[in-house]
């Protein structure tokens, strides 16, 4: 095959098509290190060291199942997937991976929108496939509705999770591959919301004890259902544009306690 385009390739995650994908990258990277000595300017050697693997992936949405995987359990821990993609002659399969970030994102007139990242343990050749996503209907701005902030009027909205996740290698010469992480592990859970809206919220930043808004919570009801819970969520920043002659969106940044996806 002399070259490649995206018609060619495909896209899974636990051995199915991922949805309806619209960029991303997977990536392996092996970290060569310098051995250094006195005596010479350049390094004396260059061994391996480990070895990771990483990606991202944006999506229109048609549904909650890929997303979901960004949830930790009751022992704040999350569930480990794997990552497949490439084309006929050329693929890789990510495996022992773990969701790193998820955003999502809608705005007034457009779609509901993703864009994950993950880390894994290692990687190997792939098997091939075709990407097939379902014909179920993408996740519209009109099939959204907010609950939990009375009088306003959502314009767009976008949310982030980072889990912090990171390779913890183990001096144990029994891992295979041998020079893989043995594990991913998750470092501290960070939730921000920014929300827009047609009028600013009436509240005072300056007080000294700004109160907990108990849940925000858009849903998104098409050809699938999915819920998008936010709460105790606390002010962080309010935006209020000067723009003659445009649409003024107030915008307002959130700093959110935990989340959940349904």
Same mark, same amino acid.
């Given at each position: 095959?002399?070259?490649?385009?995206?018609?060619?390739?495909? *896209?899974?995650?636990?051995?199915?098509? !991922?949805?309806?994908?619209?960029?991303?990258?997977?990536?392996?990277?092996?970290?060569?290190?310098?051995?250094? /000595?006195?005596?010479? $300017?350049?390094?004396?050697? #260059?061994?391996?060291?480990? =070895?990771?693997?990483?990606?991202?992936?944006?999506?229109?949405?048609?549904?909650?199942?890929?997303?979901?995987?960004?949830?930790?359990?009751?022992?704040?821990?999350?569930?480990?997937?794997? *990552?497949?993609?490439? =084309? !006929?002659?050329?693929?890789?399969? =990510?495996?022992?991976?773990? @969701?790193? /970030?998820?955003?999502?994102?809608?705005?007034?007139?457009?779609?509901?929108?993703?864009?994950?990242?993950?880390?894994?343990?290692?990687?190997?050749?792939?098997?091939?496939?075709?990407?097939?996503?379902?014909?179920?209907?993408?996740?519209? $701005?009109?099939?959204?509705?907010? !609950?939990?902030?009375?009088?306003?009027?959502?314009?767009? *909205?976008?949310?982030? @999770?980072? =889990?912090?996740?990171? $390779?913890?290698?183990?001096?144990?010469?029994?891992?295979?591959?041998?020079?893989?992480?043995?594990? @991913?592990?998750?470092?501290?859970?960070?939730? /921000? !919301?920014?929300?827009? *809206?047609?009028?600013?919220?009436?509240?005072?930043?300056?007080?000294?004890?700004?109160?907990?808004?108990?849940?925000?919570?858009?849903?998104?009801?098409?050809?699938?259902?999915?819920?998008?819970?936010?709460?105790? #969520?606390?002010?962080?920043?309010?935006?209020?544009?000067?723009?003659?002659?445009?649409?003024?969106?107030?915008?307002?940044?959130?700093?959110?306690?935990?989340?959940? @996806?349904?």
């Amino acid at each position: 095959m002399a070259y490649v385009l995206g018609i060619d390739q495909y *896209f899974y995650a636990n051995g199915a098509t !991922a949805g309806v994908v619209v960029g991303g990258s997977m990536t392996e990277e092996s970290e060569p290190r310098e051995i250094r /000595t006195i005596g010479d $300017w350049r390094p004396t050697q #260059l061994r391996e060291g480990m =070895h990771r693997v990483l990606g991202n992936v944006s999506l229109i949405l048609q549904n909650k199942t890929l997303i979901e995987y960004a949830k930790r359990d009751a022992q704040g821990r999350l569930t480990a997937m794997s *990552f497949e993609g490439g =084309h !006929a002659a050329e693929n890789k399969k =990510h495996n022992a991976c773990k @969701i790193d /970030t998820l955003a999502l994102e809608c705005v007034g007139g457009g779609e509901l929108r993703a864009n994950m990242s993950w880390k894994g343990r290692y990687s190997e050749d792939g098997g091939g496939g075709v990407h097939s996503p379902s014909t179920n209907r993408v996740l519209m $701005w009109f099939e959204g509705a907010m !609950a939990g902030l009375g009088g306003l009027e959502l314009t767009g *909205f976008s949310m982030s @999770i980072n =889990h912090n996740t990171d $390779w913890v290698p183990v001096i144990d010469n029994t891992i295979t591959p041998k020079r893989s992480a043995k594990y @991913i592990r998750e470092g501290n859970q960070v939730v /921000t !919301a920014n929300l827009r *809206f047609l009028s600013q919220e009436v509240v005072n930043l300056a007080d000294d004890a700004l109160n907990y808004i108990g849940a925000v919570t858009i849903t998104f009801t098409g050809a699938s259902t999915v819920v998008l819970t936010l709460t105790d #969520l606390k002010r962080g920043v309010h935006e209020r544009p000067l723009s003659p002659g445009e649409l003024i969106e107030s915008g307002a940044n959130y700093g959110v306690r935990d989340f959940n @996806i349904t």
